[in-house]
């Protein structure tokens, strides 16, 4: 496990813009969305230390990874959108 694993200093740059909630729903589906908050903040149920295992951080990793191909599709779709209001 990861020592004393808050992740959202990790992903401060993008924390306010994902919903966190719905992000666990989706990647983590075998597991709460408070399970999947306390992971976040490296803490178990009960308050102790529970940071994600090296198996979830991959698996988080992953769905970050996923959330941000399918941004960078939804852009690309709309630039010919963008270049045609030019024209």
């Known amino acids: ?13 993008i924390y306010d813009l994902i ?4 992000f666990a ?3 983590f589906p075998d597991h ?6 306390n992971k ?7 308050g102790g230390i529970g940071a994600f ?3 979830e951080m991959k698996q988080l990793s992953e769905g970050l990874t ?3 191909d399918r941004i960078k599709a939804a852009a ?3 630039q010919p959108c963008r270049s045609a209001e030019r024209a």
Do not use: H
């Not at 496990?1 to 740059?13: A, E, G």
């Not at 919903?19 to 719905?22: E, S, V």
């Not at 709460?32 to 908050?37: A, D, E, G, L, R």
């Open 25 to 27: 729903k989706c990647f």
């Open 76 to 78: 690309e779709r709309i």
């Open 1 to 13: 496990r990861y020592k004393n694993s808050s992740i959202i200093p990790l992903v401060d740059d």
């Open 19 to 22: 919903t966190w909630g719905d």
């Open 40 to 46: 976040m903040r490296g803490v178990d149920g009960n």
């Open 53 to 55: 295992t090296a198996e």
């Open 66 to 68: 996923q959330l941000a």
């Open 32 to 37: 709460s969305v408070s399970w999947f908050y």
